[in-house]
């Protein structure tokens, strides 16, 4: 059974540094890519970056260009997500998803997790 778990989340300063860690299980990274996204209060699920079965990455969401940044660990079958200069605008659910291939649209990714949520505060 293909899952994903999402793992990391916290409260941080702004400023600040997150991983988020996306543990994969049923499947390899080296056939399936990940994607994150994240729900803010109020707002629509949107993504922010994907990491592709060979490794190679997307950027979607502009305002995590330069500050975050998505790796993965094939041995552990795990993908992370580096978040540094955090904002308050970053506060919300973070969701991994996984599926055969990168998308921007949530629909198109067929497997989720329940989310872990970041709140960044002072």
């Known amino acids: 059974q293909l899952q994903v778990a999402e793992s990391g989340g916290g409260l941080v300063q702004p400023g600040g540094s997150l991983r988020l860690t996306c543990a994969a299980s049923g499947f390899t990274l080296e056939h399936h890519a990940i994607g994150w996204f994240r729900q803010a209060p109020g707002r629509e699920r949107v993504a922010l970056i994907c990491?592709?079965?060979?490794?190679?990455?997307?950027i979607y969401h502009d305002g995590v260009r330069g500050r975050f940044t998505i790796s993965r660990d094939i041995a552990k079958n795990t993908v992370y997500l580096q978040m540094n200069s955090l904002d308050v605008e970053d506060t919300a659910v973070y969701y991994c998803a996984a599926d055969y291939i990168c998308s921007g649209y949530s629909s198109n990714m067929n497997y989720w997790g329940k989310g872990t949520l970041v709140t960044v505060s002072s």
């Open positions: 990491i592709s079965s060979s490794g190679g990455y997307t």
